[in-house]
Nanobody, 116 residues
């Protein structure tokens, strides 16, 4: 059974940093594209950052230069380093694992709140 467990969310002041982690189990981790999504109240879920098994990355324009996605295939873990946080980054952040657009798994989400 596939499990994705996020951690690292919390409350931080604007300008601060947080590091999210997502530990995966039950899948061949290095085959999966790993993604971080977020959803703020009243908004649709949006893709924040993604990383392939080989380490190629993509970012939403709103987080470029502030967020960094990385992965450790030996630990089956993906990270999202978030710097220079803004109040508009406040959302529930979800880890997603996707393989060939067919196998698709989600974590339970972790709350990130940025105060002004």
């Amino acid at each position: 059974q596939v499990q994705l467990v996020e951690s690292g969310g919390g409350l931080v002041q604007a300008g601060g940093s947080l590091r999210l982690s997502c530990a995966a189990s039950g899948l061949i981790f290095n085959l999966y594209r790993m993604n971080w999504y977020r959803q703020a109240p009243g908004n649709q879920r949006e893709l924040v950052a993604s990383i392939t098994g080989g380490g190629s990355t993509n970012y939403a324009d709103s987080v470029k230069g502030r967020f960094t996605i990385s992965r450790d295939n030996a630990k089956n873990t993906v990270y999202l380093q978030m710097n220079s946080l803004k109040p508009e980054d406040t959302a529930v952040y979800y880890c997603n694992a996707n393989y060939l657009s067919t196998w698709d798994y989600w974590g339970q989400g972790t709350q990130v709140t940025v105060s002004s």
